[in-house]
């Protein structure tokens, strides 16, 4: 069964940092681009980072430039998305997700222009003092 698995999320204070984990079962990570979205309370899902199957390219959106790192562990099946510099608006569920067929780019995929297959059922991450 393909799953693919957030955690890492929580309640931390403005300037603080979270690492989020995406681990993938029932399938080979390591074919795959995966992306990083959240959703804000009261907003749409959008694009945080998003990072090729080879760990090459990577995208960032500008919110968050700077401040998030995106990585993989193909041994692990795993990818990380480690948070720095924490500020409210950072506030949301984040899910990872993959597509599995026609990919099209990580910038693609992080702008909302790549349709995407599989989605976690995400983590929670709440900034606030």
């Not at 041994?75 to 950072?90: G, H, I, R």
């Not at 993959?98 to 059922?121: H, I, L, S, T």
Request: proline share 5%; glycine share 12%; hydrophobic share 35%.
């Amino acid at each position: 069964q393909v799953q693919l698995v957030e955690s890492g999320g929580g309640l931390v204070p403005p300037g603080g940092s979270l690492r989020l984990s995406c681990a993938a079962s029932g399938f080979n990570l390591d074919y795959y681009a995966v992306g990083w979205f959240r959703q804000a309370p009261g907003k749409e899902r959008s694009g945080v980072s998003c990072i090729s199957a080879s760990g090459d390219s990577t995208f960032y959106a500008d919110s968050v430039e700077g401040r998030f790192t995106i990585s993989r562990d193909n041994a692990e099946n795993t990818v990380y998305l480690q948070m720095n510099s924490l500020k409210p608006e950072d506030t949301g569920v984040y899910y990872c997700a993959v597509p599995r067929w026609n990919f099209r780019g990580v910038q693609a995929m992080c702008v909302g222009e790549q349709p995407m297959d599989y989605w976690g059922k995400g983590t929670l991450v709440t900034v606030s003092s």
